[in-house]
């Protein structure tokens, strides 16, 4: 444990390919391990500076596996490392056919108590936003690899729109569920 393996990137860490798509068993594998070799609690009799080292080390392994771990975060943190600021990434043009889109589905999931059927619906709904994300998690992959990184970037910001609306689908589908039992 050094101070110089505190400034590794992400994906160095985790011995991974720097990349969007990555193997999520080798991910989880390797944070469990890297937990196991640099808890802090493992470093309780050590001097001030190890104990402070393998908490710093720890707070990392956490931070970078949930960065990691999951789809939007690890695409903003590519095109950090590649050189985007947050505000290059949120300043990007969203088209107005999207963002008709978003209004759209927004008005579904508000209206959903005026349907007959709303689990239904609400399941379609889910069905119809996932389907998207994966599209963009797709045109991101294919612009961060081709070095279109305005046009990954724009997909990270259309990511963000859906998955705020999913999370709240989500959110409406555990409610109903519960209000059934």
Known sequence: MSLLELQ??????????????LDQAQL????????????????ASGTAHEQRLAVQYSALINEAYATLRKALPRALYLLELAGMSKEDISGQQIDGSFLMSQIDLREKLVSLDEVVDPETALEQLITDISGDVNQLH???SRAY????????ASACVKLQYLEKLLLEAEQLE????????
């Open 8 to 21: 590794k990137n992400y994906f160095q860490l985790f011995d991974l390919s720097v990349g969007f798509a």
């Open 28 to 43: 989880g594998e390797r944070y469990r391990q890297l937990q196991k070799e640099l808890h802090p609690d493992r470093y």
């Open 174 to 181: 555990s409610r109903l569920i519960d209000s059934q039992t």
């Open 138 to 140: 797709d045109q991101f």
């Open 145 to 152: 690899s081709a070095g279109e990184l305005a046009a990954a």
